[in-house]
């Protein structure tokens, strides 16, 4: 799998990405039957994962997306990343433990507070 995270400046946003990548490439590869490339749709919506979490308001601070106050994703990709998450997620612990654990640990993080820097990004 060629690495296509796009570049994140901080650290935890770069894991994030690296985690959603692995996730939709798993999903991809297991219900698509594709080997070494995503299908059309799964390319799809890892390019809008990486632009929702791009245009992140919290970035450094934030917790998973699933418990984030703010729901950037369309409902439509919201549906397909949710059951990307749900098939993949019980997997991970198997095949990519540590990333699987970091993810589990930023889970934890308080949900980040305050109207300042908050905005829905529906796009």
Avoid: W
């Amino acid at each position: 799998m060629k690495e296509k995270v796009p570049g994140f400046f901080s650290k935890r946003m770069r894991r994030e990405a690296q985690t959603v990548e692995v996730m939709i490439h798993r999903y991809c590869r297991d219900k698509h039957h594709s080997e070494n490339t995503l299908c059309e749709d799964c390319e799809e919506l890892l390019a809008y994962a990486f632009k929702r979490l791009s245009q992140c308001p919290y970035q450094e601070n934030k917790t998973t997306c699933g418990k984030c106050p703010i729901h950037c994703y369309k409902p439509g990709m919201r549906i397909k990343v949710q059951e990307v998450m749900r098939y993949v997620g019980p997997r991970m612990i198997l095949t990519n433990p540590v990333m699987s654990l970091q993810h589990a640990i930023d889970g934890f993080r308080k949900k980040p507070r305050g109207t300042k820097n908050r905005r829905k990004n529906k796009e």
